[in-house]
């Protein structure tokens, strides 16, 4: 019997269980549109710990509404080792955005389980409460209460566009599942180390079947409110209008052209425009927008952040403005010891593997705050990701999941 889980990934399993993921919040387009703490985050919880109830694994929600399931060690007072990633989604979200590192953490429990592998500490598999942000902002909440960055008390209280609260959203998840055992934030972390699809172009152009991240972007978010006042589409005379559709676009307009660069570095999104009344006869009393700026150059993209509420004040013609910044994350290296891991653990398999940044964020940079932290990156199609039409091989998942396998079992044993 071979003394290392990896040859024991079942691949098999692996792609029924993706398949079983992917079907829950499924779209037309062949995505998934599974955001968190709807129903169907609720079913692809209900789902993963029957998966890991059926292997004997603790399933444990924190007050935040992180799961946890947990193959307990000999020594199960030591920090445990942690892996996972995210079951939540973009409302038009593809079917491996965090669904892969959730599943590649269980297959790798599930590897040591038939290896017969006892650890020393126990390995807990996280799937992290709204890492997308898109129902309730800002992303990442579930690791960010965990780590400290954010007060459980800031997260309960942010609602979704309907007025529906984190608070009442994971009570009524709770309700659907069976009562689970409660994690306290502060059970220490030895390692976490999160297996996701790379979302980029890079692995696929080279060839090369995994990366190891050396680092990720800054990002900072805002959400902008500008107040006008609405007024009749044909009778109110230009001069007197409080128009908050043009003065919001304007400022749209002298933020991309104030931020943006030649070299393609900095990336300003604005994702989320909402309009009041939204009505075609209404001259637009507010407007709500999201701006997502990232580089990954921290004391650039502080410099560029500065930037933002000045340009929306000076374009805000006869308009109220307010600009609050949600999240202000600094560009994070991972522990070179968890990249050495990775890389060892790469090599020993004869698995190719190159270092690599990511563009995108993850709950594994929020992590490293508090445990060191590393991530395996496997190819997609084209980077196509934040859309129905993400894809990724199978025989690629295998490989980054041996690796997380190993790496989890030498981290643990
Ligand atoms: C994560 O989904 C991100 O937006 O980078
Ligand atoms: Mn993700
Ligand atoms: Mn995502």
Request: include cysteine; hydrophobic fraction near 45%.
């Amino acid at each position: 019997m071979s003394a290392l889980p990896s040859s024991h990934v079942d691949a098999g399993r692996l792609q029924r269980r993706f398949e079983a993921l992917s079907a829950i919040g499924a779209t037309a387009a062949g995505g998934v549109d599974r955001q968190a703490l709807s129903a169907a985050d609720a079913q692809a919880q209900a789902l993963l710990i029957g998966w890991g109830s059926a292997r004997g694994f603790t399933a444990a929600h924190d007050a935040a509404g992180n799961l946890f399931l947990r193959r307990t060690g000999t020594h199960p007072l030591e920090p445990v080792v942690m892996s996972g990633s995210h079951l939540d989604s973009q409302p038009t979200g593809g079917r491996y955005d965090g669904a892969y590192g959730v599943l590649a953490a269980l297959e790798a429990l599930e590897a040591m389980e038939d290896a017969q592998l006892a650890c020393s500490r126990s390995i807990e598999l996280v799937a992290w409460m709204n890492e997308e942000g898109s129902r309730f902002a800002p992303g990442m909440m579930g690791s960010a209460v965990l780590a400290g960055v954010r007060t459980l008390a800031q997260t309960l209280c942010v609602a979704d566009v309907r007025g529906v609260t984190v608070e009442s959203a994971l009570r009524a998840l709770k309700q659907t599942l069976p009562a689970l055992a409660d994690r306290p934030f502060s059970a220490p972390i030895h390692a976490y180390v999160e297996a996701h699809i790379e979302q980029g172009p890079v692995l696929e152009r080279l060839g090369i079947p995994l990366g190891v991240v050396t680092a990720i972007q800054g990002k900072h978010t805002f959400r902008v409110d500008v107040h006008g006042e609405a007024a009749h589409a044909g009778t109110a005379p230009r001069s007197q209008r409080r128009d908050a559709l043009l003065a919001a676009t304007a400022m749209v307009q002298a933020l991309s052209a104030a931020l943006e660069d030649d070299r393609d570095e900095v990336k300003f999104t604005v994702g989320r425009f909402t309009v009041t009344p939204n009505a075609p006869s209404v001259v637009p009393r507010h407007v709500s927008f999201s701006i997502d700026l990232r580089h990954p150059d921290t004391e650039l993209l502080r410099a560029l952040s500065a930037r933002v509420a000045p340009i929306c004040e000076a374009m805000r013609g006869s308009c109220e403005v307010s600009v609050e910044r949600l999240v202000a994350a600094d560009a994070v290296a991972f522990d070179a010891g968890v990249r050495e891991r990775i890389h060892a653990a790469a090599t020993h398999l004869d698995v190719q593997i190159l270092d690599m940044p990511s563009l995108a964020g993850h709950d594994a940079g929020i992590v490293s705050r508090i445990a060191p932290a590393g991530m395996i990156f496997i190819p997609c199609r084209e980077g196509i990701t934040h859309h129905e039409e993400e894809s990724a091989q199978m025989p690629h998942m295998v490989d980054g999941t041996r690796v997380l396998a190993d790496v989890l079992y030498t981290l643990a044993r």
